[in-house]
């Protein structure tokens, strides 16, 4: 029974309605003491108020996508290996093994839990191949990527479903506002529960090396992708911004551009403000003291609590090469639908940094 399938919900949304139900059935015809009968009917109380919990956390994380699977909820799971024959995300018949990658036709993506060889982190990756990259006309050919952040907890799926990612592409390619490009998710929240906000952390997960070295070498290693820092962009939403500002001004020799959707650019994470040093030189707002060559897009709205205010913080501390850009909506919270709205104007800027396949 899957974390995000309707018979899980169908089981919890029954269960809400039951629990109810027989608490007022079975109120007053409880047996024995007054004692056990008031501690049944607490026990009756706390088993409507769970599943009411259970039903309400289901739902949330079905909008959110923080979860895909029982695995990624508890942080368990096996690795996929293997060469595996798989069906091309078009639906364009077999296609060549992506060495432990494997096809996910709900999510249209090639997911695998790789280990990275230089941070030892292993978590699971997604990767979207645009229909370009079955084309002959595009036979041999690389192509540039967009690594993709979600929010803190959200998963690598949350990409591919609520946030739409692949599907906006797909759409903005079609109006010719977009180039074909590798779309690439990784999993950021690498331990349950542990915010590092991308970064190594002494004597816990290297997430930075994870998100920066293994990331690139997997990607580059199963996919015809480009391996030079200009045919590769970030880009997140949330905490997912921060990482992306972050990661592309501390490794310009990683990427060419950096989309921020609704970030913040302090650090934040109990695991660096623990450490002056360790927050310094993990904070968008120092590491752009050290002029990288990149090009970010700063996105947020104005309804959005703090993420105007941090981008007008971030703006005086640019300068060349490293350029800034704003893209400023009037209206919309923090949440999913504002940040979807954002991509295609997201791609299309990315466009005009990023080549095209070669």
């Given at each position: ?139 041999g ?7 993709l ?21 797909a ?14 998710a ?74 921020s ?20 030189a ?33 703006l005086?501390?640019v300068?060349?090469?490293t ?36």
């Open positions: 029974m899957g974390l995000l399938g309707w018979p899980l919900l169908v089981l919890l949304v029954a269960l809400a309605v039951a629990a109810p139900a027989g608490c007022l059935l079975a109120w007053n015809r409880l047996p024995g003491p007054r004692a056990a009968r008031a501690a049944a009917r607490l026990g009756l109380i706390a088993t409507c108020q769970v599943t009411a919990l259970l039903l309400a956390g289901t739902l949330i994380n079905r909008g959110l996508h923080l979860y895909a699977s029982w695995d990624d909820l508890l942080g368990s799971g096996a690795t996929a290996g293997g060469e595996i024959q798989a069906v091309g995300p078009q639906g364009g018949g077999t296609r060549r093994g992506f060495g432990p990658f494997r096809y996910d036709r709900r999510s249209r993506t090639y997911v695998a839990r790789p280990v990275g060889a230089a941070s030892g982190v292993r978590a699971e990756v997604r990767v979207w191949l645009p229909k370009e990259y079955s084309d002959p006309a595009h036979a050919r690389r192509f540039p990527v967009i690594e952040f979600p929010g803190f907890p959200g998963s690598s799926w949350t990409w591919f479903g609520a946030m739409r990612g692949a599907d906006r592409l759409e903005a390619l079609r109006r010719g506002q977009a180039r074909p490009a590798i779309l690439v990784p999993t950021i929240t690498v331990q349950p529960g542990r915010d590092t906000e991308c970064s190594d952390i002494p004597g816990g997960p290297k997430v930075a090396t994870w998100l920066t070295e293994d990331i690139h070498r997997i990607v580059t290693g199963h996919f015809r992708a480009l391996p030079d820092a200009s045919a590769w962009a970030a880009m997140g939403y949330s905490t997912g911004g921060f990482c992306a500002a972050k990661l592309a001004a501390r490794h310009p020799d990683r990427y060419r551009a950096a989309v959707l609704a970030g913040y650019f302090r650090p934040t994470s109990p695991d660096l403000r623990r450490s002056p040093a360790l927050a310094r993990n904070s968008p707002v120092e590491l752009l003291a050290s002029r990288p060559a990149v090009d970010l897009l700063l996105a947020g709205s104005r309804e959005d609590p703090g993420t105007v205010t941090a981008i007008d913080a971030l005086p501390r300068r060349p090469p350029r800034a850009f704003t893209y400023i909506v009037p209206t919309g919270g923090h949440n999913v639908r504002v940040w979807r709205d954002m991509l295609p104007r997201a791609y299309a800027w990315l466009a005009q940094r990023l080549p095209g396949p070669s």
